[in-house]
């Protein structure tokens, strides 16, 4: 089953509390949540304090995506206000087998994201420890990005290196109807689509077809 994760970054941050419930009513699996510092990636986008009032609003899986340096340092933040799922940059740690370790035991799943240049073969140390593998298929910082069809490979890398062990594979930018049935194709069972979904004028169809590319 293919689930779907909206980004919350591609959403009407003056009425966030409606678009995450039109998402929830849609259909959504999961909300997708960009966390940004402005040095990891060049961009800011919102902290746990913004996490913990949505928690209120929703009963969705709240997968949490720091895009951040020393993650360790907020990673409890976000913990705390409700998030689900920790997913951290390889790129971004230095001790990242004490950072996966930290987060399980906080009671959450644990994540590595990869940006488009990071081979695959840098996950495989750390598969015991994971839930999640989060591949970006444009350059992390912004939304409404092209996904680059490149890294379709490195999608099908990752589902190999995965075999059968109990890990998510979640796919990341420019994902719309097209091009998450190629990711889907490859491997993918995870699809963040932000402003496909956000700026819809039917959230629930584009989520409908967004699933359907992996029947």
Request: charged fraction near 20%.
């Amino acid at each position: 089953m293919v689930l779907i994760a909206p980004s919350l970054l591609a959403a009407d941050f003056g009425h966030l509390a409606a678009d995450i419930k039109t998402v929830e009513t849609a259909g959504a699996d999961w909300l997708h949540l960009d966390i940004m510092d402005g040095h990891f990636v060049p961009n800011l986008s919102f902290g746990a304090d913004v996490v913990r009032q949505l928690r209120l609003l929703s009963k969705l899986f709240f997968d949490v995506h720091l895009m951040v340096e020393e993650p360790e340092k907020f990673m409890t933040q976000f913990i705390d206000g409700g998030a689900d799922q920790i997913t951290v940059h390889y790129e971004a740690c230095h001790n990242l087998d004490t950072v996966l370790k930290n987060i399980k035991t906080q009671g959450v799943c644990a994540g590595i994201s990869i940006k488009p240049d990071t081979p695959v073969c840098v996950l495989e140390p750390f598969l015991d420890s994971l839930d999640n593998i989060l591949i970006m298929t444009v350059e992390p910082g912004f939304g409404g990005q092209k996904f680059m069809s490149r890294l379709l490979p490195k999608i099908k890398e990752t589902a190999k290196l995965i075999g059968n062990r109990p890990i998510h594979l979640e796919v990341d930018g420019g994902i719309n109807p097209e091009t998450a049935k190629l990711c889907v194709e490859q491997g993918a069972n995870v699809l963040v689509a932000g402003s496909a979904v956000f700026k819809s004028d039917n959230p629930a169809e584009v989520i409908r077809l967004l699933r359907q590319s992996g029947e």
